[in-house]
């Protein structure tokens, strides 16, 4: 089991950038593949992207490729989250996730298990 928390979000200006980062209060993160998604009002929560377990290989979703980029630190317990480029449009609540399972369960948003989510606001 794993129970996760994302910390990092907040308001940034257009085209700015931010960090979110993703911690294991308990459990370790090594032994599952970590996804990022997140939910504005009003629409359905969306697959960003995800990572192996051991760091070697990331996907996204085309509406953050090239903006976006995972990574993690498994001696830390953490997955971050580093967002450029940001547009308005970016704003929602993000979450990370954890599966135990293959990178399928990630990019169709069933998850063994998902943090608490942290906002981020785009805004000038």
């Known amino acids: 089991q794993v129970q996760l928390v994302e910390s990092g979000g907040g308001l940034v200006q257009p085209g700015g950038s931010l960090t979110l980062s993703c911690a294991a209060s308990?459990?370790?993160?090594?032994?599952?593949?970590m996804g990022w998604f997140r939910q504005a009002p009003g629409k359905e929560r969306e697959f960003l992207g995800a990572v192996t377990r051991g760091g070697g290989s990331t996907t996204y979703a085309d509406s953050v490729k090239g903006r976006f980029t995972i990574s993690r630190d498994n001696a830390k317990n953490m997955v971050y989250l580093q967002m450029n480029s940001l547009k308005p449009e970016d704003t929602a609540v993000y979450f990370c996730a954890a599966t135990a399972g293959s990178m399928y369960y990630l990019r169709t948003k069933q998850a063994d298990y998902w943090g608490q989510g942290t906002q981020v606001t785009v805004s000038a």
């Open positions: 308990v459990g370790t993160l090594s032994l599952y593949h």
